[in-house]
Structures are given as structure tokens and as C-alpha cells.
């Protein structure tokens, strides 16, 4: 990679992505939607998994007072949702799929962003003049899971950029850079004109870089399209899609893969890459 721009930094990023996730929970605190019940199940069960550990693994006070200090440091940095989506959403997600027919979810990530421009399809996302990468032409249709084609169909999509970098966080990017919200036609189909997303690395000058570092793993997710998938009636799905032959794809560093999400695009010999696919709603 060729840095023409300074990198976002951890703190950067992580600042937007706490400030999205805010907007995005309004005024809603979990309060009062969480019986007492369910909070003491839960958080004592947790909280038994972390003394197991320490049992376990006899964790040392230095060691605890380290593990506090990173804790404050994390939250200092405004990485918890950068942690959390990394290090434990995957498995929310599970859970989630196992009660959702149709096309495969995962994990939302930090850097969604609402409120996106609406193209019809064909449409072709906003990107800069001289915005670098295969371009891609991604086409499919979105039906219900009896077949039939979901008319008013919408797919709200968002990607990295060739540098691995997202529009509203990475702060050389114009707004709204490789995000949009397609509208399918009447038979729920649709043609989205953008190009492939680089492999992408999570910030690595924080501390959830420095605890990958301390534990010898690495920071990268394989290139991936994340969408939101939506039709009157009908459940969200939430996913990303994958690039067949794509680093990092057996070894993601946030666990969000699958083999049913990944995307083989053909070469149409001009340099320039197609592919198809089709998404599957249940009924909400
Ligand atoms: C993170 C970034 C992503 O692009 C993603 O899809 C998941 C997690 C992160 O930095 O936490
Ligand atoms: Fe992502």
C-alpha cells in the first residue's frame, strides 16, 4: 500500500465508530427493556466465565491489574465497539442464525452508517473520480423463501475502499464514499456498479491492536461487501459477502465468515469483474 494520506488512527476510528453507535441507539438505554431476572442470569454466568479463567489459568494480580488497566485503556480509546464487533459479535450472530431461514447473516461491524443515498439500480455507489480497484458489477435478485421476487426491494451497502479504509471514519474520504442504499426493481433484482473492497485491517495503534500483538495473532478481516437487506414484510438480513481465493478468509480476526457468503466473480476480460448473487428473506 502506498500512503498518500496519514492512516486513521485507532483513536480516530474509534471515536466515529462510538459516536455512530450512539446515534444509532438514540435514546434507548437497556435499562428498563431487561428484567432483573434475565440480567442476573446472564451476568452471572459471565461473570463465572472469567473466574474459571482465573482459577484455570491462575491469573496473577500483576496480571489482573494489567487486564484493568487495558479495560480503562479500551475504553479510553473509544474501542468497545471496535472490540466487541471484533472479538465477540460472531457469536451473537450465531445465535441470532439459529432462528433465521434464507440467505446467511453476519456480523454488522462498526462502520455502518444510516441514511445513505438512494440510487435506483442500475446504480452505481458514489465513489471518487479517481477511486482505485477492480471495478465490479455485483447483480442478483432478492426473493421470499418460497422463490417468488420481492418487488421494492433494498440493499443498503457499504465497503471498504482499495486501501481498506470506510467513508466516515477514515477522515481523507469524502462522506458517504462506497456506501448507498439500491432500490431493486419490480422483480427485486438489481445492478450495483462499484469495485472489489481491499483486505481490511483494524487499527492496530490502540490497544486492541496491541493486545493482537501481545498474543501473537493478526488484525486482518478478508475483503468483504457488508449489506442490510430489506423488503416490505419481510426480516433484514444483515451480512457481507466474501471474494473467493480472498486473504485472511480461514483466519479472520473477527470470525465472521462463511462459506455460503462468498462471492466468485468472473473476469470479463477487460480487467473489469462480474458476479451474481441472489438473497432469500423470510417473512418477518
Ligand atoms: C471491524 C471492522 C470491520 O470492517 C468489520 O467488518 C468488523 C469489525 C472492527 O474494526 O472492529
Ligand atoms: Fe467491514
Excluded: C
Excluded at 40 to 55: F, K, N
Excluded at 117 to 138: H, M, N, S, W, Y
Amino acid at each position: 500500500m502506498t500512503a498518500t494520506h496519514d492512516s486513521p488512527t485507532a483513536a480516530g476510528s474509534g471515536d466515529s465508530a462510538t459516536k455512530a453507535f450512539r446515534a444509532s441507539r438514540g435514546s434507548a438505554s437497556a435499562g428498563p427493556t431487561v428484567s432483573q431476572e434475565r440480567v442476573s442470569e446472564v451476568v452471572t454466568d459471565l461473570l463465572a466465565g472469567i473466574h474459571s479463567t482465573i482459577r484455570s489459568k491462575k491469573v496473577t494480580y500483576d496480571e489482573f491489574q494489567a487486564a484493568k488497566q487495558y479495560l480503562i485503556d479500551v475504553g479510553e480509546g473509544g474501542e468497545w465497539p471496535l472490540f466487541l464487533d471484533v472479538f465477540v459479535e460472531h457469536v451473537v450472530e450465531d445465535v441470532a442464525a439459529e432462528a433465521q431461514d434464507g440467505t446467511k447473516g453476519s456480523i454488522l461491524g462498526p462502520y455502518y452508517l444510516p441514511g445513505q443515498v438512494r440510487i435506483d439500480t442500475p446504480a452505481t455507489l458514489p465513489k471518487r473520480p479517481d477511486e482505485q480497484g477492480t471495478a465490479l458489477l455485483f447483480a442478483g435478485q432478492v426473493r421470499d423463501t418460497a422463490g417468488n421476487p420481492l418487488p421494492g426491494a433494498e440493499l443498503d451497502i457499504w465497503q471498504a475502499d482499495d486501501e481498506g479504509y470506510y467513508s466516515g471514519f477514515a477522515p481523507h474520504l469524502p462522506d458517504g464514499n462506497l456506501r448507498g442504499v439500491v432500490v431493486a426493481d419490480a422483480e427485486g433484482k438489481f445492478e450495483i456498479h462499484t469495485i472489489e473492497p481491499a483486505a481490511y485491517q483494524i487499527p492496530t495503534d490502540g490497544p486492541t491492536g496491541a493486545l493482537i500483538e501481545a498474543a501473537g495473532w493478526h488484525p486482518w478481516r478478508p475483503a468483504h461487501l457488508h449489506l442490510m437487506v430489506r423488503a416490505p414484510e419481510h426480516r433484514t438480513i444483515t451480512t457481507q459477502l466474501y471474494f473467493r481465493g480472498g486473504e485472511w478468509l480461514d483466519s479472520d480476526v473477527a470470525s465472521a465468515t462463511k462459506s455460503e457468503l462468498i462471492l466468485d466473480p468472473v473476469d470479463n476480460g477487460d480487467g473489469t469483474h462480474s458476479v451474481t448473487y441472489d438473497f432469500t428473506l423470510e417473512p418477518a
